[in-house]
């Protein structure tokens, strides 16, 4: 799915998705059972989650949850907390350096707002997360959205519009809090 496009419910490419998402949902479940400190086991894991091994560097603490998996790019040294959620089946990149609190979600899908087209359309967009950003703990990340560098999406914000480098968003729906 490229940005802002349209996947009709029931095609070829809707049924490989749907295959993919049972995949990723066992891989996943068999993951977040494993003991914390099985390092082997979660790796392996996460090979086949990923479709290549973790960077070296990165960190995700389970609960992990990803509805596809291999549309996540993870630089070197980020830092996922508990029970995140990446619904990346649009591809979400995640930059160097870049922490994510617990219970943060990423979501590349949807469905259209008009009540004609929702059934039978997904639709979806890309997720951008530049270097040394911080996502809070509960937040949001809606299809299409690009943070910039250095940026801070508050605790339990909901993000869908772009956020600008060097700045602090919040809120319900969130918007520009400062900037420096």
């Given at each position: 799915m490229s940005r802002d496009r349209l996947m009709q419910i029931h095609?070829?490419?809707?049924?490989?998705?749907?295959?993919?998402?049972?995949?990723?949902?066992?891989?996943?479940?068999?993951?977040n059972v494993l003991p914390f400190d099985d390092a082997a086991g979660k790796a392996a894991l996460f090979e086949q989650i990923l479709g290549r091994p973790l960077p070296e560097r990165v960190t995700i603490y389970p609960p992990f949850f990803t509805d596809h998996g291999l549309n996540l790019e993870?630089?070197?040294?980020?830092?996922?907390?508990?029970?995140?959620?990446?619904?990346?089946?649009?591809?979400?990149?995640?930059?160097?350096?870049t922490m994510i609190g617990p219970k943060a979600t990423f979501i590349t899908v949807g469905h259209?707002?008009?009540?004609?087209?929702?059934r039978g359309?997904?639709?979806?967009?890309?997720?951008?997360?530049?270097?040394?950003?911080?996502i809070g703990?509960?937040?949001?990340?809606?299809?299409?959205?690009?943070?910039?560098?250095?940026?801070?999406?508050?605790?339990?914000?909901?993000?869908?519009?772009d956020v600008p480098p060097a700045s602090l968003v919040t809120g319900g729906k969130a918007t520009v809090h400062r900037q420096w």
């Open positions: 095609s070829p490419e809707f049924q490989a998705m749907s295959e993919r998402v049972l995949r990723a949902t066992e891989l996943t479940s068999r993951l993870l630089d070197e040294r980020v830092f996922i907390n508990q029970n995140c959620t990446f619904l990346d089946y649009a591809g979400i990149r995640i930059g160097e350096r259209p707002v008009d009540p004609q087209e929702r359309w997904l639709s979806g967009a890309p997720i951008t997360v530049a270097e040394n950003v911080w703990a509960g937040a949001t990340i809606l299809p299409g959205v690009s943070i910039g560098r250095d940026a801070v999406v508050a605790a339990g914000a909901v993000v869908a519009d």
